[in-house]
């Protein structure tokens, strides 16, 4: 949890907005920072956490937050962290020659089929949020995606992505009062590649979105001490329409990253 | 002292003379090869050139990806390919190969000769047969104590070191190379199989499903807990190239536009669960579609690329004359850790000499130099002349007039600048 980003974004692990979707998407650059920020403060708030890790190992996550400050293994336990390992088992889902029950994996034998099994494993375990342990009731639930894009690699359209998170978003965030936060990687843009392209996978999550932070390299050239910079676009809530944006240098340290205003690093002054 | 009688017979430890052991602290189990990083406590293993090792941030952390895109000739790409395997071989590994090109085994009789520092060990250790040695060593008169102490051992297959160098003009002693052990997959020798509803085409299906085995005959997975297992090494040479049935470097919207992303990503679950360092080589000057160009690096740990000089304008460019090509840095892996390595510099350029491959920061100072930098600062030499230890030699770099060199002439060209800010732990 970078508390920076707490006070830009004007919420803490106590007091935070319901029903958000918020995407987080980069350009050339690695936002994946913001996931583990994202993980640590809803660890923190007592949330039911859903976690679809995709590109990652649970040991990096787990690594990563202990640095943060919170246990994950512990989490895990308890059953306020629910972690599906996708990269791990997908050699294993690709290289079987019969097709077994694995329905969140689904994706990987059959791209072209959509991503149901994916959605009804995350939808069973937001639902199971009310009748945990005895004792243990979790706050909201929240889904948490690290990167989408990763599925455009293997195969899966942009259409069935898009449905994906819609399907998502009215269960989690709309019926549950849950919060959704997703990451998306998108590549440079091209005037050729709109067709099945992440930029075209952004902008529809982008118009689905609450909060969309979006990361990029500094547009000046590369920089050992301020490593991009983020602009923050608040998009509608509710009934109001913020549009509002925001730009934020930013630098990733060892335990957490500092943020600051373009032009106010603290390598310049 | 009284005749050495006892222990001769069967020592219950081989190679303790006493019975006193040291007390390891660590449990973990120390595979040859390999250190920890300085930065987040990865264990890395070198990828046989230590200038890499350097960019790269110490070496490639075991269970990583390392992908080189090729250059034009495939020459350098190819070099690279083999400094990785005959590390792999220095330091007791193994290998698997997979090529579709040329047949592992014409790779693997070209790989680098090792330098070695001692040549007495060397001479020791050239096998069983002694014919040069009069007396039988079987019983020790003298060094009794000695006696059971490992007889032949090969200087490099005990060697701890971390990176080695090699001598391009000399490839490696067969008995060298035959005492690593070596699986390799030729694409055209392979029968195809069909696969069925599987995404994955034939071929990167067949290598997935061949490199599997391989992870599990040999328990690297932990199915079978060895102690002191090796890390095995894959070098998968020129993926998605034509030979490999993949027509991403054909078409700029290939029918088989997911093969080769899905069969990096499984490679990638592959090497996280299990102790193995791979090293792809993908001729991306090939792949004219850029976004999957874009996915490919995404889907790799770290992701390096080769522009060589050869053939191109820059060949006689008077800035590059001293190297043979240019270095990118494309992605640094965040292992473990929220920050990835920061590199110094982005302008990497890389010569290859006879006994090393030097990469330098190509950026040069300017013939009068009038930068100062003041002579206390700790510059690190990317490429250590003689000893490969990781301690920066400190290089001064004067501004005019002030070097204590009285021959120093006006207008001297000044040697290419080094990397110079030190190493601190990110």
Redesign the interface.
């Known amino acids: 949890m970078f508390p920076e980003l707490n006070s830009i974004l004007n919420s803490t692990p106590d007091s935070f907005k319901s029903s958000d979707f918020i995407l987080v998407s980069d350009r050339r650059a ?1 936002a ?2 913001l996931i ?1 920020h994202y993980l640590s403060f809803y660890l923190r708030a007592g949330c039911k956490v859903c976690f679809l890790g995709l590109v990652q ?1 649970f ?2 996550y787990s ?2 937050g202990q ?1 943060l400050g919170v246990s994950l293994a512990q989490a895990r336990e308890k059953g306020q962290l629910v972690f599906l390992e996708g ?5 294993g889902v ?2 079987q ?1 019969t ?1 077994q029950e694995t329905q969140p994996l689904s994706y ?4 072209g089929a959509g991503l149901e099994g994916l959605f009804r494993f995350v939808e069973s375990c937001v639902r199971q949020s009310g009748d945990g342990n005895a004792g243990e009731s979790w706050g909201p639930p929240v889904l948490l995606i690290d990167d989408l894009s ?1 599925l ?4 899966v359209s942009v259409g069935a992505i898009l449905d994906f998170t819609l399907y998502c978003q009215a269960t989690v965030c709309s019926e549950l009062q849950g919060n959704m936060v997703i990451l998306v ?1 998108c ?2 843009e ?1 005037a050729d ?1 709109d067709e099945e ?2 930029n075209l996978l952004q902008r529809g999550l982008v118009h689905q979105c609450n909060l969309a932070l979006h990361v990029e390299g500094l547009p000046t050239g ?1 920089c ?1 001490d301020i ?1 991009g910079q983020m602009e923050v676009w608040w998009r509608q809530r509710g009934e109001t329409i913020y549009n509002q944006r925001k730009i934020f240098h930013f630098k ?6 500092s943020f600051f205003a373009r032009g106010t690093s603290s390598a310049v002054l | 002292m009284a005749a050495p009688v006892r222990g001769m017979a069967g020592s219950p430890s081989i190679g303790n003379t006493t019975s006193f052991q040291k007390k390891t602290r660590s449990k973990l189990v120390s595979i040859p090869g390999t250190r920890p990083s300085v930065q987040n406590g990865q264990l890395l293993v070198s990828s046989g050139v230590s200038s890499l090792d350097y960019v790269i941030g110490g070496g490639l952390a075991v269970g990583t990806l390392l992908l080189v895109e090729e250059d034009c000739y495939d020459s350098y790409s190819r070099m690279l390919l083999k400094y990785f395997l005959a590390e792999g071989v220095v330091c007791g590994h193994e290998l698997f190969l997979a090529s579709a090109r040329d047949h592992p085994d014409e790779i693997m009789q070209e790989l680098p000769s090792p330098i070695v520092d001692d040549v007495a060990g060397m001479k020791i250790s050239e096998g069983q047969s002694q014919p040069s040695d009069p007396e039988n060593p079987d019983t020790m008169k003298i060094a009794w104590r000695y006696q059971n102490q490992p007889r032949v051992q090969t200087a490099l297959a005990s060697s701890v070191r971390f990176g080695h160098y090699y001598d391009v003009s000399k490839t490696m002693e067969p008995e060298l190379r035959q005492a690593a052990k070596c699986h390799s997959f030729y694409q055209l020798q392979e029968t195809p199989v069909t696969t069925g509803s599987s995404p994955l085409p034939s071929p990167y299906h067949a290598l997935l499903k061949s490199i599997q085995t391989v992870i599990r005959k040999e328990g690297f997975d932990g199915s079978t807990p060895q102690v002191g297992s090796e890390c095995p090494r894959l070098g998968l040479h020129s993926l998605g190239s034509v030979l490999w049935g993949d027509d991403v470097c054909c078409k700029v919207n290939p029918a088989h536009c997911h093969a080769l992303t899905t069969f990096l990503y499984a490679l990638r679950g592959l090497l996280r669960t299990s102790l193995s360092v791979a090293m792809v080589t993908v001729p991306s000057h090939l792949i004219q579609n850029r976004a999957i160009m874009g996915r490919i690096i995404r889907l790799s740990d770290t992701a390096i690329a080769l522009e060589s000089f050869r053939g191109s304008e820059k060949e006689t460019n008077p800035l590059y004359k001293d190297y043979h090509g240019l270095l990118h840095v494309c992605q640094l892996p965040r292992l473990n850790c929220l920050s990835s390595e920061v590199p110094d510099t982005k302008d990497l350029a890389f010569k290859l000499k006879r006994k090393q491959f030097t990469i330098e920061s190509s950026l040069r100072a300017p013939a009068p130099a009038f930068i100062f930098r003041p002579a206390s600062q700790p510059a690190s030499a990317l490429s250590p002349q003689n000893t490969p230890s990781t301690h920066p030699t400190a290089l001064r770099v004067y501004s005019y007039g002030t070097s204590p060199n009285p021959n120093e002439q006006r207008g001297v060209k000044t040697p290419p600048r080094l990397l110079t800010s030190a190493v601190s732990g990110l």
């Open positions: 690695d994946s920072f583990h190992s040991s990096h690594a990563v640095r990269l791990k088992e997908s050699f690709l290289l020659d097709s990987l034998r059959s791209p990763v455009l690699s293997l195969g990687r590549e440079e091209d590649d392209g992440s590369y050992r490593h990733v340290h060892d335990k957490g990253a």
